[in-house]
Structure formats: structure tokens, C-alpha cells
């Protein structure tokens, strides 16, 4: 068996929150929009970001689905949702105009090859916004 690739499901708590901030501040758009449901009410919801499917997905379903007690998020980071833009010094720019809460400014990472700029979502997921060459 050969997995491919379905999408990076973010877990919530707080999901109108999450979902504004992707919405809002990312300019991310729904794909559920497109099937007649309206999605910034949860408890799922989906994104298409290029070639590839991001979800909001409620945290406690998940926990549920797995048939494990319902716990407090951790302090650590648990996923980075790393997101491709043309002009990061802009992206950066216009996400903290729009509210994001600024992590690492944009700065250049010559090991990776990459400029680069870090923010929070409303209830912590790291985003990293990023520029390369192909």
C-alpha cells in the first residue's frame, strides 16, 4: 500500500475562532461553500491551498472518534501549517493588518533556501509563510 496525500486536518477548540482567522486573515476560501453548506459553523470545515486539502475539524469529535478522553491542548507546538506566497514581507504584512499575531518576522533562511516569517492562529497552531524559487 502506497499512501497519498488527503489533508492536513487542524484540530480546534475554539472553532468560529480558527475559522475566521483562516478565512479572514488568510484569505483562505472554503470548499464546503461549494457543496451548499455553510461551513463557519463546524464542526468541519475544508480548504483547498494550491494542489493540496486543509481542514478545521473540532477537536472533541476527534477524540471521540478515537475513543479517548477529551484533554487539555499541551503548550508545545503540534503542527505548522506552512503556506507558499509570492512576497512574504507582504503576506506578513497584510495577515498583521488583518490581526494575526506575529511569531518571527520575515528574515531569510539561506541553510533552507527560504525567506520565511512565522504567526500564530487564534489558538496557536504555527503558520509559516514562505517564498522560494522553483
Known amino acids: 500500500m502506497t499512501p497519498t496525500f488527503a489533508e492536513l486536518r487542524l484540530l480546534t477548540d475554539d472553532f468560529a ?3 475566521a ?3 479572514e486573515v488568510l484569505g483562505l476560501t472554503p470548499k464546503d461553500e461549494e457543496l451548499g453548506r455553510e461551513p463557519s459553523t463546524g464542526p468541519y ?3 483547498t491551498v494550491g494542489t ?3 481542514a478545521l475539524f473540532e477537536r472533541s469529535l476527534m477524540a471521540g472518534a478515537l475513543g479517548v ?3 487539555a491542548r499541551g503548550t508545545a507546538d503540534h503542527a505548522v501549517l506552512v503556506l507558499r506566497v509570492p512576497d512574504v514581507d507582504a503576506a506578513f504584512a497584510e495577515a498583521g493588518d488583518r490581526g494575526a499575531m506575529p511569531v518571527a518576522a520575515p528574515r531569510d533562511m539561506p541553510a533552507w533556501n527560504l525567506r520565511v516569517a512565522h504567526l500564530r492562529a487564534p489558538e496557536g497552531t504555527l503558520i509559516e509563510l514562505c517564498q522560494y524559487e522553483d
Open 45 to 47: 470545515a475544508g480548504f
Open 21 to 23: 482567522f483562516y478565512t
Open 52 to 54: 493540496a486539502d486543509v
Open 17 to 19: 475562532a480558527s475559522y
Open 69 to 71: 478522553p477529551y484533554a
